[in-house]
Nanobody, 125 residues
Framework: QVQLVESGGGLVQAGGSLRLSCAAS????????MGWFRQAPGKEREFVAA????????YHTESVKGRFTISGDSAKNTVYLQTNSLKPEDTAVYYC??????????????????WGQGTQVTVSS
């Protein structure tokens, strides 16, 4: 059974930083792309950032550009999200996800079929 496990969330003051991690546990698999998504109470789950392994490319949604950076290691199916200059509006459960399908529309949430359980990020004002 393939599982994605997030870690690194917590409570931080506005302007602070957190480094979120996501790694596969159990069966090893190769992914085409991995991404980070977040969901605040009463809101729909939204795209944050994603990384396509080959050719390597990353994309960050406008609201986090310049503050968040996605990185990772394709061989280990591991991704990180460095979050800097955090704002209260960033408060949400952050989920990592993966798609194995070659040629997937990797910027689309519907393409991701492996999901972690989420890690809570809370930013105080």
């Amino acid at each position: 059974q393939v599982q994605l496990v997030e870690s690194g969330g917590g409570l931080v003051q506005a302007g602070g930083s957190l480094r979120l991690s996501c790694a596969a546990s159990g069966r090893t698999f190769s992914s085409y792309a991995m991404g980070w998504f977040r969901q605040a109470p009463g809101k729909e789950r939204e795209f944050v950032a994603a990384i396509r392994w080959s050719p390597r490319s990353t994309y960050h949604t406008e609201s986090v550009k310049g503050r968040f950076t996605i990185s990772g290691d394709s061989a280990k199916n591991t991704v990180y999200l460095q979050t800097n200059s955090l704002k209260p509006e960033d408060t949400a459960v952050y989920y990592c996800a993966a798609t194995r399908k070659y040629g997937s529309r990797w910027l689309s949430i519907s393409e991701y079929d492996y999901w972690g359980q989420g890690t809570q990020v809370t930013v105080s004002s």
